[in-house]
């Protein structure tokens, strides 16, 4: 017979891929165009863009609380550490950093 528990906690690690997309659009500052006397710089409208895979660690723990009979409250939360190049568009600038922490809660009804 199966004897459910009340509390279920659990704590976990993994990794993967995550896919990204970022875009940037409007009005920029050309700071190569600087002109001395009125001390001003070129302003142009563009449109920039980066997109690809990146790899993904993360850490997470949650509980599964038993609300009633076989439902059950699930709570989790996770922190994911990834970094993604950015492409040609993006001359001189550090990765970006997509990772973070979420937090997550569901409810699961066992059958």
């Not at 990794?15 to 659009?25: A, D, I, L, P, S």
């Amino acid at each position: 017979a199966w004897i459910p528990r009340t509390l279920v906690p659990y704590v976990g690690v993994g990794g993967g891929v995550t896919r990204y997309e970022f875009r940037q659009f409007g009005d920029f500052v050309d700071f190569a165009t600087e002109n001395p006397a009125a001390g001003t710089f070129t302003i142009f409208t563009d449109s920039f863009r980066s997109e690809g895979w990146a790899p993904s660690a993360h850490a997470f723990g949650g509980a599964d609380i038993q609300v009633w009979k076989r439902l059950y409250l699930s709570l989790e939360g996770r922190f994911t550490w990834v970094h993604a190049d950015l492409g040609q568009d993006f001359i001189d600038f550090e990765p970006m950093d997509l990772g973070g922490f979420r937090f997550g809660a569901g409810l699961n009804f066992v059958f």
